[in-house]
């Protein structure tokens, strides 16, 4: 079940992500896309019953070969694979010490988007 959870939240993340960049610009990868990604991975796996960090894994994962198809270097790309599990732990972690997932979704969504913020302000 974490691979269909896994699917629905990389087509989920993609057609926000591919739709937010059109519209919202270069704002968009630091702002948007942490707010659709970290929804689109905990929300799938909240409702498919599947653990949480798997999806989160299993999402940098993908997130690799995305990158690389887009031109991307391997070592970013292979970052995908930390940063997306770490933030899983981190949802994981939130919803654990809270008693609700959504503690989880709002914490991962703040540190993706600070990620994502140095990320832009080193060039990287």
Avoid: C
Wanted: zero cysteines; a neutral charge.
């Amino acid at each position: 079940m974490a691979i269909v959870a896994v699917f629905a939240a990389l087509i989920t993340a993609a057609v926000f992500n591919l739709a937010g960049t059109r519209y919202w610009g270069k704002a968009y990868p630091v702002w948007g896309a942490p707010v659709a990604e970290e929804a689109a991975k905990t929300v799938s796996a909240v409702w498919l019953g599947v653990p949480v960090v798997s999806v989160h894994l299993l999402f940098g994962i993908a997130e690799v070969f995305w990158d690389l198809g887009a031109g991307g270097r391997i070592l970013p790309a292979l970052s995908s694979v930390v940063l997306h599990t770490l933030l899983g732990v981190l949802t994981f972690q939130f919803w654990y010490w809270f008693g609700h997932w959504w503690f989880g979704l709002v914490a991962a969504i703040g540190a993706h988007i600070l990620w994502n913020w140095l990320l832009q302000k080193l060039g990287v």
